[in-house]
Each structure stands twice: as C-alpha cells, then as structure tokens.
C-alpha cells in the first residue's frame, strides 16, 4: 500500500478517539515525508537531532515535528527555536537545560516526561518515583520556558498482547494520579504518548492521545 493509504488506514483507527497521529519518518528521506504531507499529515517526529534539523530546514514550515527519541542535554540548542513537543525527558538535568533553551529562544517547549514501562533494560526513561520526585521539586517552579504535558511510554517488545497492555495500563493509571495531584503555569496533563506500529490498537483502548507510527506508514526501516 501507498504512504497515502497507510495514513487513511491508521485515521480510521484514530476515528472518534481524540487521539493524534504523529508519523514517524526517522531513516526515511524528505521525499516519504512529503508524499504524507501530501495525504494532509502535518505531525511528524524523529529520534534523532541530526536527522530532525535537516528536514525541519528543507521541508514546509507548518510541519509540527516532535522529537521522539533519547535527547543529550548538548543538542537542545539545535531543536529549541521550532520544536513543538520533545517526548523523552528522561533527567532534571536534561528538563533544565530545555528551559535554559526557552528562555533564549523566547518560547515556551512544550514536553513530556519518558517513563519507563517496559522490562527490557536499555529503555530510556525515569521510574514513577523519579517522575514525582521532578514533578515535586521546587527548582521546577522556577522553569518558565517549559510546559510539562504529560507521558511518554513504551511498552515491552513482544507478542504478548496480555502484558503491552498491563504496561499501557499501569502508565495511564499514574499519568490520572499525577493529572489530579500536579498542576501549575508549567505543568498541564493532557497528553499520553504511547503506541507504536506494533501496538497502538493496544495503546489508543487504554487512553492513548498521541500514537508514534513509522514502519506501519513508510514501510520497514533498514
Ligand atoms: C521508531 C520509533 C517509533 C515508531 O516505531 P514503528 O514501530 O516504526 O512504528 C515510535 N516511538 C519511538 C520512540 C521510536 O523511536
């Protein structure tokens, strides 16, 4: 099927939900992502700095591009004047930095916390704890450049549809609590990302309001 038809197949999933594509063209050049602008997606997310900053430069500029994937606090500088919403905080370290950047760039960036869902152990992001620990901290008062939307998780990479949704679950059951425990200027939950290809049927039924699908639009990466 074309990129346009796998766009149109994955909305009929979406239909009603509330929930929002973001279509995942990492690996993939300019020419795939503009096949989907083409078929009216306009929300894209990359992984990595060094592919996002090219493509933001050369492609339209009401592309809303989010970047997905691990973020090192040094890269900030590159992404903080246009991006619309950074879904793998993973340190405090990491969310000052993204303020510092505000700050500079006269903006406020838009992001989410990554939680750690899944068992594998090369999974980036930070424990339930750790999550309250940045979302109680005082030194978070002070980030006037950031907004803190919610969670990004990512379920287990397996067949086992029983435990995707055990991890899927136990995200938005907390993401409820911290929604009606934390609320400031900064700190506004709305937004849910989770679901990839593999399992974001799984994701939007347990409250998903932004799925990441990449191999299920452009085709299977190298
Ligand atoms: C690559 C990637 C996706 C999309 O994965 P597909 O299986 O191709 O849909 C989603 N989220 C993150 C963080 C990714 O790195």
Same mark, same amino acid.
């Not at 809303?64 to 950074?86: C, D, M, P, R």
């Not at 152990?121 to 005082?138: D, I, M, N, P, Y």
């Given at each position: 099927?074309?990129?346009?038809?796998?766009?149109?197949?994955?909305?009929?999933?979406?239909?009603?939900?509330?929930?929002?594509?973001?279509?995942?063209?990492?690996?993939?050049?300019?020419?795939?992502?503009? @096949?989907?602008?083409?078929?009216?997606?306009?929300?894209?997310?990359?992984?990595?700095?060094?592919?996002?900053?090219?493509?933001?430069?050369?492609?339209?500029?009401?592309?809303?591009?989010? #970047?997905?994937?691990?973020?090192?606090?040094?890269? !900030?500088?590159?992404?903080?004047?246009? !991006?619309? #919403?950074?879904?793998?905080?993973?340190?405090?370290?990491?969310?000052?930095?993204?303020?510092?950047?505000?700050?500079?760039?006269?903006?406020?960036?838009?992001?989410?916390?990554?939680?750690?869902?899944?068992?594998? @152990?090369?999974?980036?992001? #930070?424990?339930?704890?750790?999550?309250? @620990?940045?979302?109680? *901290?005082?030194?978070?008062?002070? /980030?006037? $450049?950031?907004?803190?939307?919610?969670?990004?998780?990512?379920?287990? $990479?397996?067949?086992?549809?029983?435990?995707?949704?055990?991890?899927?679950?136990?995200?938005? /059951? /907390?993401? +409820?609590?911290?929604? *009606?425990?934390?609320?400031?200027?900064?700190? +506004? /939950?709305?937004?849910?990302?989770?679901?990839?290809?593999?399992?974001?049927?799984?994701?939007?039924?347990?409250?998903?309001?932004?799925?990441?699908?990449? &191999? &299920?639009?452009?085709?299977?990466?190298?």
């Amino acid at each position: 099927m074309s990129i346009d038809e796998n766009i149109k197949k994955v909305n009929e999933n979406l239909n009603k939900s509330g929930c929002h594509l973001i279509a995942v063209s990492k690996t993939y050049p300019a020419e795939a992502v503009m @096949e989907a602008y083409e078929a009216g997606q306009r929300i894209f997310g990359e992984n990595k700095v060094q592919e996002l900053v090219p493509k933001y430069e050369a492609l339209p500029k009401d592309i809303h591009w989010h #970047l997905i994937g691990h973020l090192q606090t040094n890269k !900030v500088k590159y992404i903080a004047s246009f !991006v619309e #919403l950074i879904h793998s905080v993973d340190s405090f370290k990491l969310l000052k930095e993204i303020n510092n950047e505000g700050v500079k760039n006269n903006r406020v960036i838009n992001v989410l916390l990554q939680i750690y869902i899944a068992e594998e @152990e090369t999974k980036f992001g #930070l424990s339930f704890q750790e999550a309250e @620990e940045v979302l109680r *901290s005082e030194e978070l008062k002070k /980030f006037t $450049n950031i907004k803190i939307n919610g969670f990004m998780g990512m379920a287990s $990479n397996t067949e086992d549809h029983a435990k995707i949704r055990k991890e899927f679950k136990s995200l938005k /059951f /907390f993401f +409820d609590q911290c929604k *009606s425990l934390y609320s400031a200027t900064n700190v +506004d /939950f709305h937004e849910l990302s989770m679901g990839m290809s593999a399992d974001y049927k799984i994701a939007l039924e347990e409250g998903s309001t932004l799925i990441r699908v990449g &191999s &299920s639009i452009f085709g299977t990466r190298k």
